[in-house]
């Protein structure tokens, strides 16, 4: 079973859409990240959690830790928003992250 | 803004061949990592250096696999003699401490491909 689950894997949305993309892990965490990965491949840092909501632009990302879980949503998204958002956990353990396998999003104009 | 710079961006080597590397991590961090990510596949934890030595790393971290911090910048990964399984993006990280939340900052990656 993969500690951390993603959802959907892919999602296909207009421009304009508001985005809600899923996060579940199974370990106990300290932390949860939201990353963005571009087609290119580079990863950049969005958010770290560990209770709570944040909000950046467009962008807010929430966990519940009773229930083990976080959101990403993107209000009014756009075609450059178009890339991998990957999930990934600190596990209070040891410290290590541990990914989720990604959200592919497509935005179309 | 502060960032971890990788070098190359793309690395193509001969099945063999040793390839080195290079990470810049963020001048007053303390905790580095490699992580690599095969096409397709998940990101997946490498190891992890502190102090000048191996705080921990994963079973896909073999003998083939080494890191050093050569000079108080450079954090280099030098993988001995590549497969075509390594082929792969890796990715540099560095945090300033080991304190779990605390945000750890990533490198736009090395895509290496083995022939």
């Known amino acids: 079973k993969n500690e951390v689950e993603q959802s959907p894997q892919n999602l296909t949305a207009q421009e304009g859409e508001f985005i809600t993309i899923n996060c579940s892990y199974s370990?106990?965490?300290?932390?949860l990240h939201w990353l963005q990965q571009h087609p290119g491949g580079g990863i950049v840092s969005l958010f770290m959690?560990?209770?709570?909501?944040k909000k950046h632009g467009r962008l807010i990302a929430t966990i519940n830790i009773q229930e083990k879980h976080s959101s990403l949503h993107i209000t009014a998204s756009h075609p450059r928003d178009s890339a991998v958002y990957i999930c990934a956990v600190t596990m209070d353990s040891n410290y290590q992250l541990i990914w989720g396998a990604g959200t592919k999003l497509i935005i179309k104009p | 803004e502060p960032e971890v710079t990788q070098t190359p961006s793309h690395q193509v080597t001969q099945m063999g061949q040793e390839v080195i590397l290079r990470c810049v991590p963020i001048?007053?961090?303390?905790?580095f990592y490699w992580y690599r990510q095969i096409l397709g596949q998940k990101v997946e934890f490498l190891v992890s250096?502190?102090?000048?030595?191996?705080?921990?790393k994963s079973e896909i971290f073999d003998d083939q696999f080494s890191v050093e911090r050569p000079d108080g910048s450079n954090f280099t990964l030098k993988i001995r003699s590549t497969k075509l399984e390594d082929s792969a993006m890796y990715f540099c990280a560095s945090r300033n401490t080991r304190i779990m939340n605390t945000e750890a900052f990533f490198g736009q990656g090395t895509r290496l491909t083995v022939v």
């Open positions: 370990v106990g965490i300290s932390a």
């Open positions: 959690l560990s209770s709570g909501k």
């Open positions: 001048s007053n961090h303390l905790y």
């Open positions: 250096f502190y102090n000048n030595e191996i705080s921990e």
